[in-house]
């Protein structure tokens, strides 16, 4: 017995990968299996809202009353079917204008020879690297009528246009938001396979004899299918899973989408119900997961890369130059640089609605406490909540980063080293499971589950450490795949070879493994620093008035019309995470250099 305890002993010593693995298995059940399984549960008994409704209810005991009362009651057309058409139509009609122009885009910047590609290219991304809600505030700006906002935007001020309500606020507002947020994946996506497209490819079936569009339907759209395929299910879970954007510009009007349903409810204490919407949110985006990997399945041996000189020839535009360029500069003025001048601008203004050089100021910048002024709130220089919650973000989104990108690491090894086996395969799945959760109802879980003593796991209510845990968890499925994806790149005789010399394996991993993928663990890092910077829903309802973020401060002002306060907070978080971009990328650049003039 002894003996063979020492020989798997020194089995696990030799494979730090399995031990790694175990690690995982242990801590995924406790923070993502375990949150699901409650989930399911809720739904299915009596919570402490439900006794005041059915008599005689025990709290705990099994029901099906939140399955009937969202899906087979009167109140099913309110709580379920209305959300659930607005959310399909908003994530449907999103995913259709972003993917048309997040792929024009790409073709533009791929296959043409349009002047300032390096500087088009790195603005056009920016929509995505701010929260959608920055721009649908910016949008009431704009927009807003006093019928419903209670303040007038630029156009109903400046011309005296008596804006409709269904450009104010509701789903053509919400949808044209979102698609001016959404187009990135599109447009990165579609970028990357139009670049390993050669182009020699649509040059034989044009000597074939086929027509530019029989080119473009048998060569180029099944080459780019997978990518695509990719772009629709990011950009449809997304749009339908998004809670900020429905929320400014939506619930004035009492539009409803699931999550801003599931806000409603669990704000109410009404947890089964909510989570009942919550699992329709996971069952829709697995289905859509599932769809296009059983699309793109049969597609994934297309080579388009053939190892004997690659040959992309840009179109040329002639002409037409000039018109292309302009209207890149008018998409940029409208999606990037309007919205944040409009917000700099509205934040120098004593009444919201006076846009006179006579109602210009520089109190919600500087000024001290006054009464008669935004509630008594002193300027955002001299206020100390705006302060605390500034030092709560940045604390937030550099211990969640760096903690991501070597989780992100550390999944990678474990799934690379097993691979092909089935504990490669559950980890990846569940690492990648929290993607589906609605951030509202994840957050409402994990209020529920550490607001007492759970497992290891100390009483977490009203802490930073619970929202630094939820954040980590819920950026899981990117710092793994971008784990995966830089290990998969690491040949396996290296740490072979360390071993061998019989170099201890966090020796391997800190000299080796690390250095070889820093690519993948910079951007672990840069996309959960935005992530988090910018998250909402996930946190809304587990910030204490210590722990609050910039994203629920601007929610709070938001909610008291502190229109001043709200933009100015705004510019401060663009601000970070425009800088946090700039300086992980410089670092991630500078790295590489160091490594190619070393080799």
Not at 7 to 21: D, G, N, Q, R, T
Not at 442 to 461: N, R
């Amino acid at each position: 017995m002894l003996q063979r305890l020492n020989f798997y002993k020194a089995k696990l010593k030799s494979k730090p990968e399995i031990i790694l693995s175990i690690i995982f298995i242990i801590i995924f059940s406790l923070l993502i299996i375990v949150p699901f399984i409650k989930m399911i549960i809720t739904t299915f008994t009596y919570q402490g809202y439900d006794l005041r409704l059915v008599r005689g209810a025990k709290k705990g005991a099994f029901t099906l009353f939140h399955y009937k009362r969202v899906f087979a009651s009167e109140l099913t057309k309110s709580f379920f079917i209305t959300p659930l058409l607005n959310s399909l139509k908003v994530g449907f009609s999103v995913t259709t204008i972003a993917m048309l122009v997040g792929s024009l885009l790409a073709w533009l910047f791929v296959r043409t020879d349009i002047p300032f590609k390096r500087f088009f290219q790195t603005v056009i991304v920016v929509p995505y690297m701010i929260p959608s809600w920055v721009i649908a505030i910016a949008w009431q700006l704009f927009f807003q009528n006093s019928r419903i906002g209670g303040q007038s935007g630029v156009l109903s001020t400046f011309f005296n246009i008596d804006v409709p309500d269904w450009l104010s606020f509701g789903f053509i507002p919400i949808v044209i938001v979102l698609s001016l947020h959404y187009y990135a994946y599109t447009f990165l996506l579609m970028s990357g396979a139009l670049q390993t497209i050669d182009s020699e490819l649509e040059e034989a079936g044009a000597i074939a004899g086929l027509k530019r569009w029989d080119i473009l339907r048998k060569i180029t759209f099944p080459l780019v299918l997978p990518a695509l395929g990719s772009s629709f299910v990011l950009t449809v879970t997304r749009s339908m899973g998004t809670f900020g954007t429905p929320a400014f510009l939506g619930l004035p009007v009492r539009f409803f989408t699931i999550p801003t349903q599931i806000y409603a409810m669990i704000n109410s204490r009404n947890m089964g119900d909510g989570f009942v919407l919550a699992l329709v949110l996971i069952v829709i985006a697995a289905t859509a997961i599932s769809i296009n990997s059983k699309i793109i399945g049969v597609r994934k041996s297309f080579v388009t890369m053939k190892g004997k000189g690659f040959r992309a020839n840009p179109m040329k535009l002639g002409k037409a130059t000039p018109i292309f360029v302009a209207l890149l500069v008018v998409f940029i003025l409208i999606t990037i640089v309007i919205p944040i001048v409009m917000l700099a601008w509205s934040t120098f203004m004593l009444l919201p609605d006076n846009y006179s050089l006579s109602n210009m100021t520089n109190h919600f910048w500087f000024g001290e406490s006054d009464a008669l002024i935004s509630s008594g709130e002193p300027g955002i220089f001299r206020n100390r909540g705006i302060l605390r919650a500034t030092i709560n973000s940045l604390k937030l989104g550099i211990i969640a980063s760096i903690v991501n990108a070597f989780l992100g690491l550390l999944i990678g090894y474990s799934v690379v080293k097993n691979r092909g086996t089935r504990i490669s395969k559950i980890i990846e799945a569940v690492a990648f499971a929290p993607y589906v959760f609605p951030g509202i109802a994840f957050s409402a879980i994990y209020l529920g589950m550490f607001s007492k003593s759970f497992g290891p796991f100390p009483a977490l209510y009203g802490t930073f450490s619970l929202i630094l845990l939820i954040v980590i968890v819920k950026n899981l499925p990117f710092s793994s795949r971008s784990g995966i994806a830089a290990m998969l790149q690491v040949d396996k005789s290296l740490e072979e070879a360390a071993s061998i010399q019989g170099i201890p394996w966090f020796k391997r991993f800190w000299f080796i493994i690390l250095p070889l993928c820093k690519s993948g663990f910079v951007s672990g890092m840069l996309l959960t620093f935005i992530t988090a910077m910018r998250e909402l829903s996930l946190v809304i309802l587990l910030v204490a008035p210590k722990t609050g973020l910039l994203t629920t401060l601007i929610f709070s002002y938001k909610t008291q019309e502190q229109t001043q306060h709200v933009n100015g907070v705004t510019l401060i978080l663009l601000l970070i995470i425009i800088i946090a971009n700039v300086l992980i990328r410089l670092l991630a650049k500078t790295k590489t250099e160091q490594s190619i003039s070393l080799g």
